[in-house]
């Protein structure tokens, strides 16, 4: 090994030497998560499951009466999820479900359809009479008035006849930051 490399060999094995005393004689450190972005915390949130909204043999849209309500707390924008089994009690007939929001007292089950609807319209055709099939949606929601109470709540019928049903049903509402 030639002078040049030895010296600097010694002078890499005498920097790492220091740094290890000195690590070893400073305090432990805590490690300590991040804190959340302001963007993210205090985010409104609320879910609601409801085992069976009930049926409906209504060709018109009704409420599902889920009664939640979500009050923007930061953003005015809110994601909604919802997700049920749908079925008609008569073979090829569908269920129709749209989502819609209002402010004030939240609509009753079997209610007149009200509020303002969003995202698409679901239709979910039955193969054979009480077929269940998957029904999910999920959309955001904007522009809400932050501090304002708003309900969400599903509208279903029946296509042109039978019943609709949208048992095991569960509706998610989660404000979103911007």
Not at 32 to 45: C, E, G, I, K
Not at 90 to 96: E, F, K, S, Y
Not at 144 to 171: E, H, M, R
Request: hydrophobic share 45%.
């Amino acid at each position: 090994m030639n002078r040049r490399v030895a010296h600097d060999l010694a002078a890499a094995v005498a920097i790492v030497a220091t740094l290890t005393a000195s690590l070893a004689a400073a305090a432990p450190q805590a490690v300590v998560a991040p804190p959340a972005p302001a963007a993210v915390a205090n985010l409104a949130r609320t879910v609601a499951v409801n085992g069976n909204p009930g049926s409906t043999a209504s060709t018109t849209m009704v409420m599902a009466g889920f009664g939640r309500t979500i009050t923007p707390a930061r953003t005015g924008n809110v994601w909604v999820q919802f997700a049920a089994y749908c079925y008609n009690t008569t073979a090829a007939d569908q269920v129709q479900l749209q989502l819609a929001y209002g402010t004030g007292t939240a609509p009753a089950n079997g209610a007149a359809a009200t509020g303002t609807t969003f995202g698409p319209l679901i239709l979910s055709q039955s193969t054979s009479a009480n077929a269940s099939q998957n029904c999910s949606l999920g959309y955001e929601l904007t522009g809400l008035t932050v501090g304002v109470a708003y309900w969400i709540d599903p509208q279903f019928k029946a296509g042109i006849g039978g019943t609709a049903n949208i048992p095991a049903s569960a509706l998610t509402l989660q404000e979103v930051p911007q």
